[in-house]
């Protein structure tokens, strides 16, 4: 809105209307005489048009005119967005008391009377003009302040917003570190009894091997033990019980290497990372989770199993945050499992061959980590939306659009790296950590 309150008091322009050439003239030279930019009209017919079109800070207005007189401008004035505002003072005669009640109950300001009193008519103009200013500059001060007061709220709202999703991308990051404890705290009381069994086995299997021996010795020595020797022999199935004695201790080794394999993928899963890098052998991260991840991969009554395909390069120890690498790692190999999945909706379930590519390579100055899957793909308009916190296709409960966000900041801020994501719909879709040496 255009500032008039520098120019209204000095130069108010003023527009008067009244049918008698008289009047009009004597008004209007007081009012130039005392400076006031005049614009003087006798046809109330064409009034409103030029009044619209010169916009006066001020107009008078005679009652008593032909055709249009005015009360009925003053009513159309007033209906008028444009005009509305501006302070309307009548003319009437002195003693005509109906016609000044009934011009102010119609909006106008102020009246004068004829014959005119000079001074009277400078000072009322006067005030109304500066009442007008007033008017102006209130006007001006709450446009700006309600716009400043919708700019604050924007802010909040955005600083609410803001403050929303660092609170989520907490709690999520301390869900994921107490399940790392936890992780970390089962897989540590596991790791005792299993070495116990462990180390027992490795006693046990010897002793066996010698009691089987001793057994043979006795049948070899003692080919007729007697009656009830041999009927016992003959109900356990000797020979069996040597032959299989020693396979099944060996696949209980077996057993618990295994064990012990998983419970130590688990502690060095969930190892927690301190406050400054470790150097780390990267691929040790994948394996472990993909290992944690089995049990998604395996094959499921309405499919196949997930083959995972593997291209390891020969790569140096990296410094890096492993724990946040392995989140990473398992919320894109996560994430690449659920599009597989979804893929096979659309599809002949059969036939499809489903893949993960996890490729790692070196150049120059970084380390190139891809994922890769042959799943659904993201439809070009929803590529540039994956990275943001929140953003999710899937159903309600199943995921929270946090994944990507989470790891896009480990890999950028924590890392100085960078994840990009390449997709082509329908076909597959591959992520890309560059992490630099
Ligand atoms: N490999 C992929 N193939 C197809 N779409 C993907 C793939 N990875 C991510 N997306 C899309 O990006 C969206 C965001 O992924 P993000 O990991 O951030 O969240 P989410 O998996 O939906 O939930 P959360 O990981 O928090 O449980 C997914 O909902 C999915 O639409
Ligand atoms: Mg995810």
């Given at each position: 809105m255009?500032s008039?309150?520098t120019y ?5 322009k003023?527009?008067?209307i009244?049918?008698?050439?008289y009047?009009?003239?004597i008004l209007s030279?007081i ?13 109330s017919e064409?009034a ?5 079109k ?11 005119m032909p055709k249009i007189?005015?009360f ?12 509305k505002?501006?302070?309307i ?7 005509d008391?109906e016609?000044?009640v009934?011009?102010?109950?119609l909006?106008?300001?102020?009246y004068?009377?004829?014959p ?5 008519i ?7 003009l500066?009442?007008?200013?007033l ?11 309600e ?7 924007a ?5 609410l ?9 907490l ?8 399940i790392?404890?936890?992780?970390a ?9 299993i ?5 027992n086995l ?7 091997e010698?009691?089987v021996?001793l ?28 032959e299989?004695?020693?396979?099944l ?11 012990r ?6 502690r060095?899963?969930?190892r927690a990372?301190?406050d ?5 052998n ?7 989770t993909?290992?944690?991840?089995q049990h ?6 309405n499919?196949?199993a ?20 392995n989140q990473?790692f398992?919320?894109?190999l ?6 597989l999945?979804?893929?096979?909706m659309n599809?002949d379930?059969?036939?499809k061959n489903?893949?993960i ?5 070196l150049?120059q ?14 439809p070009?308009?929803?590529?540039n939306?994956i ?5 999710t296709t899937?159903?309600?409960g ?11 900041q ?9 994840l990009?994501?390449?997709s ?11 992490i630099?040496?």
């Amino acid at each position: 809105m255009k500032s008039r309150s520098t120019y209204l008091d000095a130069s108010a322009k003023i527009f008067i209307i009244d049918d008698s050439y008289y009047n009009l003239d004597i008004l209007s030279t007081i009012l130039t005489e005392s400076g006031y930019n005049v614009v003087a009209e006798m046809n109330s017919e064409i009034a409103f048009d030029q009044i619209i079109k010169c916009y006066p800070d001020l107009i008078i207005l005679d009652v008593v005119m032909p055709k249009i007189d005015g009360f009925k401008l003053c009513e159309v004035l007033h209906l008028e967005p444009k005009t509305k505002d501006i302070p309307i003072i009548f003319m009437t005669a002195l003693t005509d008391i109906e016609q000044k009640v009934k011009g102010l109950n119609l909006g106008a300001v102020d009246y004068i009377t004829k014959p005119f009193q000079k001074e009277e008519i400078l000072a009322r103009i006067q005030v109304h003009l500066r009442i007008r200013q007033l008017n102006l500059e209130l006007e001006e001060q709450k446009q700006q302040l309600e716009q400043r007061v919708q700019a604050r709220t924007a802010e909040l709202s955005q600083a609410l917003e803001n403050l929303k999703q660092t609170q989520l991308q907490l709690v999520q990051a301390e869900k994921i570190s107490l399940i790392g404890q936890l992780v970390a705290g089962v897989a540590h009381e596991v790791n005792n009894p299993i070495g116990f069994i462990a180390t027992n086995l490795y006693h046990a299997k010897n002793y066996v091997e010698d009691l089987v021996h001793l057994v043979q010795l006795y049948q070899h020595h003692f080919p007729q033990p007697g009656a009830s020797i041999e009927k016992q022999i003959e109900e356990m199935d000797l020979q069996h019980v040597l032959e299989d004695l020693p396979k099944l201790v060996s696949s209980m080794k077996l057993g618990t290497d295994s064990v012990r394999g998983i419970m130590q993928s688990l502690r060095t899963f969930s190892r927690a990372d301190g406050d400054t890098k470790k150097a780390v052998n990267i691929h040790e991260g994948l394996e472990t989770t993909l290992m944690i991840l089995q049990h998604r991969l395996k094959a499921k009554p309405n499919r196949s199993a997930i083959k995972v395909i593997k291209k390891y390069a020969n790569l140096p120890l990296i410094k890096c945050y492993s724990g946040q690498l392995n989140q990473v790692f398992m919320n894109l190999l996560a994430n690449a499992i659920d599009a597989l999945e979804d893929s096979l909706m659309n599809r002949d379930q059969e036939a499809k061959n489903l893949q993960i590519h996890v490729c790692t390579s070196l150049d120059q100055e970084r380390v190139i980590i891809q994922i890769a899957d042959n799943g659904m793909g993201i439809p070009e308009s929803k590529q540039n939306e994956i990275f943001q916190p929140f953003f999710t296709t899937k159903a309600e409960g199943k995921g929270t659009g946090l994944g990507l966000s989470i790891c896009q900041q480990i890999i950028r801020e924590q890392h100085g790296g960078t994840l990009e994501c390449v997709s082509s719909p329908g076909e597959g879709t591959e992520f890309l950590i560059t992490i630099p040496l």
